[in-house]
């Protein structure tokens, strides 16, 4: 699969450790860095350029690392088509995927373990949507949320 992955600062050096496993796994990595974790950065950069990656179809599915995870998630889920998923276990991780369709995962190196984040990349990787009509419908209103949010006159 192609994955575009990602990391400011604060997720150095799990981003590192999961770019490894991907590879021994056959993956085809876009890598963004950071690999230096010792020069502060700005997480809605590396963002923007996994969210645009999935946006043009370069990568099928991306992964975001930074501190908490959560300013990653935050920035991700401004970008149209883009479906971000904050995970700190693995049910979330798949589920994210089977039920909502998330493109993108979202991990905390502050918060979650090498091992854990692992398997929760793992568990992310390997599920698919599942199609159902009622995650389909879900998935319409959610894209209709999206497309009011930049309309004039909404608040
Ligand atoms: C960087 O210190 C930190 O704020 C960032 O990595 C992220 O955790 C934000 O949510």
């Known amino acids: 699969m192609r994955i575009a992955i990602g990391a400011d600062h604060g997720g ?22 950071t690999h230096d974790g010792s020069i502060p ?17 370069a990568a099928e599915l991306g992964i975001l690392v930074c501190g908490s995870g959560v300013g990653a998630a935050v920035a991700a889920n401004k970008l149209r088509g883009i479906r971000a998923a904050l995970c700190g276990d693995t049910y979330s991780a798949h589920q994210s995927r089977e ?17 854990l984040a692992l398997d929760i990349v793992r568990a992310f990787v390997a599920a ?28």
């Open 12 to 33: 150095v050096p799990l981003n590192e450790r999961i770019i490894e496993e991907l590879r021994q796994t056959g993956h085809d990595l876009i890598d963004f860095g």
């Open 41 to 57: 950065d700005d997480y809605p950069d590396y963002a923007k350029q996994v969210g645009e990656s999935i946006q043009n179809g």
């Open 128 to 155: 698919r949507f599942t199609g159902e009509e009622r995650h389909r419908r879900r998935l319409a209103k959610v894209q209709q949320l999206e497309m009011n949010r930049s309309a004039p006159g909404n608040t």
């Open 99 to 115: 039920h909502d369709d998330c493109n993108v995962l979202c991990l905390g190196a502050r918060v979650v373990g090498v091992e």
